[in-house]
């Protein structure tokens, strides 16, 4: 079945670590994103791939990095510099057509130690 | 600027009556609007959606949505209520005029269905 793969489920980080939060989707869809979930705030962009090889900035970019060198793959890391990364994090794609759900994994749920 | 509001942080209703769960929206072209729901440590899944024609639009698990483009609302129901649909619920809209990529999203509202 197709879908989207997100791992692991469950991660802590230390201070001052970077941590890679892994997202693989066998759906053959162009564009990928990633959410911060945090309670009572809904999702929020953190980055979105529309195609290999590029990606842009969301809302809160900052302390993140992303890179989209396959199109099934779009990894985040979360560096030292997000000061606080405790969050559920979900990866999401769809089609290049606006008028389409995105599809999201189970998310993993981050945590410091 | 889009932006999507959830009036309730949660919806309390027996098991058999009627559900509804609000959303209200903001953008400035032609609105796409999509439900999703989400159960405890899991991913969204997607219900249904809006896109163009029939106001009332119907989705997975006898949840329909009825888009009311001058009260720039788009509800969610189902008409009666079953326990397992306890979760959190989520609006969220894209501006189809721009086609963009960026999706909005509620804060989202509890559900709690009671036996």
């Known amino acids: 079945d197709g879908g989207i793969t997100q791992s692991p489920k469950y991660l802590f980080r230390k201070e001052g670590q970077n941590v890679t939060l892994s997202c693989e989707q066998n759906l053959n869809h162009d564009a990928m994103y990633w959410y911060r979930q945090d309670p009572g705030q809904g999702l929020r962009l953190i980055y979105y791939s529309q195609i290999v090889n590029d990606f842009q900035k969301g809302d809160i970019a900052e302390g993140y990095s992303v890179s989209r060198e396959k199109k099934e793959s779009f990894p985040l890391t979360v560096t030292s510099a997000q000061k606080n990364p405790t969050a559920f994090y979900l990866c999401?794609?769809?089609?290049?057509?606006?008028?389409?759900?995105?599809?999201f994994g189970d998310g993993t749920r981050l945590s410091i130690l | 600027a889009q932006s999507v509001a959830q009036p309730e942080d949660q919806v309390n209703v027996a098991e058999g009556n009627p559900l509804t769960v609000k959303c209200t929206y903001s953008v400035s072209g032609n609105p796409y609007l999509f439900w999703y729901v989400q159960y405890p440590n899991r991913g969204l899944q997607f219900l249904l959606k809006?896109?163009?024609?029939?106001?009332l639009v119907k989705g997975s698990y006898g949840f329909e949505a009825e888009f009311n483009k001058s009260q720039t609302s788009f509800h969610l129901k189902k008409p009666s209520a079953l326990v397992s649909d306890s979760a959190l619920y989520f609006c969220?809209?894209?501006?189809?005029?721009?086609?963009?990529?960026?999706?909005?999203f509620g804060a989202g509202t509890r559900l709690f269905v009671k036996a």
């Open positions: 999401a794609s769809n089609t290049d057509r606006s008028n389409q759900p995105q599809h």
């Open positions: 969220a809209v894209r501006d189809g005029r721009t086609g963009g990529f960026k999706t909005i």
């Open positions: 809006y896109i163009t024609g029939d106001n």
